[in-house]
């Protein structure tokens, strides 16, 4: 993913971006129609792109956030989301030989006490997110300083912190725990969201997803206590639910207003 405009006006500027023969390069291009141009050198392929006049980022207040109204390439070599994503749930669903972690005894604890002291669905919701906020630390660290790959929820809970995809799946273990079904869901500008275009560096948020049997689905922040469902709270934004084992895939996807 690569911004193309600068603190200054570019008069010329040239993209190439060079993959080995026979894979395929996946691309979009925002605000902007430049044509590519391809050409197979030396066992790869080249594409390239020519864009002129390409205008200089404002410095004034007020502006549309995440330069959207700006020229943007975004581009993967892999083919759809579904298998990108699919790794971010390993951790919480596998060890060795493929099965299913038992929680941690504590957890377990710590939720059937909450279920006792709950007077219904909703507060054992809350308060499961409650605690999952104001008790295990936020590790502000880039996924892509951790290879895009979490630790299990049982790690995070012995640590008493994790990433933002780590709190995710503690609080999806915790609440599943308490039978209650939920799943991780990804945060990601509209403009950059592309189901043909897979990519992981445009994943802005991530927030948990869960289905009350007695209200509509809820979105929870994992970073702090949000005053209501987030879905009315993130315009311009895509929300990609995990889903593992659902289908079909645009089941997945809501788009904010």
């Known amino acids: 993913m690569k911004l193309l405009a600068e603190s200054e006006p570019v008069k010329n500027l040239t993209v190439k971006i060079r993959v080995p023969a026979g894979t395929k390069l996946n691309y979009k291009v925002n605000n902007t129609k430049t044509e590519v141009l391809r050409s197979d050198q030396e066992g790869n392929t080249l594409y390239s792109w020519q864009f002129e006049n390409v205008p200089a980022i404002p410095a004034e207040e007020n502006q549309k956030g995440g330069y959207d109204l700006f020229p943007r390439l975004v581009f993967s070599t892999a083919n759809d989301r579904e298998s990108i994503y699919s790794g971010f749930l390993e951790p919480a669903s596998a060890n060795t030989g493929g099965e299913k972690t038992k929680p941690d005894p504590a957890m377990k604890k710590m939720v059937d006490d909450i279920l006792k002291d709950s007077k219904d669905e909703i507060s054992t919701i809350l308060k499961l997110q409650e605690k999952g906020i104001n008790e295990f630390r936020l590790w502000p660290i880039p996924m892509k300083y951790t290879g895009f790959h979490p630790r299990s929820p049982e790690e995070t809970w012995k640590s008493n912190g994790g990433t933002l995809l780590e709190k995710a799946l503690l609080l999806v273990t915790m609440l ?37 049997k007695t209200t509509n689905e809820l979105y929870l922040s994992v970073s702090s206590l949000n005053p209501q469902n987030l879905l009315t709270g993130l315009p311009e934004r895509v929300i990609v639910a995990l889903n593992p084992g659902e289908n079909p895939r645009q089941s997945r996807v809501k788009i904010s207003a």
């Open 176 to 212: 599943n725990i308490a039978g209650i079904p939920a799943e991780p869901a990804l945060v990601i500008r509209k403009s950059l969201y592309d189901e043909k275009v897979g990519g992981l560096l445009d994943i802005e948020d991530i927030v948990v997803k869960v289905k009350p």
